[in-house]
T-cell receptor, first 114, second 113 residues
Framework: NAGVTQTPKFRVLKTGQSMTLLCAQD?????MYWYRQDPGMGLRLIHY???????AKGEVPDGYNVSRLKKQNFLLGLESAAPSQTSVYFC?????????????FGQGTRLTVV | AQSVTQLGSHVSVSEGALVLLRCNYS??????LFWYVQYPNQGLQLLLK??????LVKGINGFEAEFKKSETSFHLTKPSAHMSDAAEYFC???????????FGTGTSLTVIP
C-alpha cells in the first residue's frame, strides 16, 4: 500500500520557469491538501480539495494553481517560479467522512528556485 | 479562523527526562486536535488525535496528550525521553466544517545524552 506518493522528490528551477508537482493517493480519500514548509513557519496550507473536480484556496495560494481531475490525483502548478517559492512541499490526503480523521502525508518535494 | 499556537520553537531535554510540548488552540468551539511528528527529511506521521469524550489521549511511542477545554490546550507529554524522540513536532487542528487542516509552527525537540 503506497499511501501518498509525491513526484518529483527534488527539483531545481530557474526563476520564471514553470512546473507541476504530482500527488497521488491510493486510499480513496475525498480530501487532499498541498502545504509548503519553511523554517520557523510550520506547514502552511496552499490549496485543498474536498472532492474530484473541486479546489479551494488555503492560507498562501498566490503564485500556485491546482487541479483535481481525478479523485486519486492532486496537482500543484507553479506558472512562473520565484525564489520565494523555494520550499519543501507536502501533499496530504484524508477521508472526508468525519472531522476527526487524520491526514496522511507524502514524503515531500524539495524545490529550489534560483 | 481557528488556529493553533505552539509555545517554544525549540525544546531541549535530557535523556530520561519528561518531555512537555505545548499547544493551545483558539476557538469558541472545541476543535479536533492532532499531534504529528516529523523526523529529518521525512513526511509527517500521526502521533495521536483528540476525539470527543476522552480527554487523555494515548499515542504511539509512549506519547500522550490531554485536552483541557478550560485552558484551550492540548499539550503533548512523554514521561521519559529517548534519543530517538529527537524530531520536529506539530500540533494541528481542523475547522468546524472539517475541510481544512491547519498546523502550528512546530517545536524542535532535542534530546541530550
Amino acid at each position: 500500500n503506497a499511501g501518498v506518493t509525491q513526484t518529483p522528490k527534488f527539483r531545481v528551477l530557474k526563476t520564471g520557469q514553470s512546473m507541476t508537482l504530482l500527488c497521488a493517493q491510493d486510499m480513496n480519500h475525498e480530501y487532499m491538501y498541498w502545504y509548503r514548509q519553511d523554517p520557523g513557519m510550520g506547514l502552511r496550507l496552499i490549496h485543498y480539495s474536498v472532492g474530484e473536480g473541486t479546489t479551494a484556496k488555503g492560507e498562501v495560494p498566490d503564485g500556485y494553481n491546482v487541479s483535481r481531475l481525478k479523485k486519486q490525483n492532486f496537482l500543484l502548478g507553479l506558472e512562473s517560479a520565484a525564489p520565494s517559492q523555494t520550499s519543501v512541499y507536502f501533499c496530504a490526503s484524508r477521508s472526508g467522512r468525519e472531522r476527526n480523521t487524520e491526514a496522511f502525508f507524502g514524503q515531500g518535494t524539495r524545490l529550489t528556485v534560483v | 479562523a481557528q488556529s493553533v499556537t505552539q509555545l517554544g520553537s525549540h525544546v531541549s531535554v535530557s535523556e530520561g527526562a519528561l518531555v512537555l510540548l505545548r499547544c493551545n488552540y483558539s476557538s469558541s468551539v472545541p476543535p479536533y486536535l492532532f499531534w504529528y511528528v516529523q523526523y529529518p527529511n521525512q513526511g509527517l506521521q500521526l502521533l495521536l488525535k483528540y476525539t470527543t469524550g476522552a480527554t487523555l489521549v494515548k499515542g504511539i511511542n509512549g506519547f500522550e496528550a490531554e485536552f483541557k477545554k478550560s485552558e484551550t490546550s492540548f499539550h503533548l507529554t512523554k514521561p521519559s525521553a529517548h534519543m530517538s524522540d529527537a524530531a520536529e513536532y506539530f500540533c494541528a487542528v481542523t475547522l468546524n466544517t472539517g475541510n481544512q487542516f491547519y498546523f502550528g509552527t512546530g517545536t524542535s525537540l532535542t534530546v541530550i545524552p
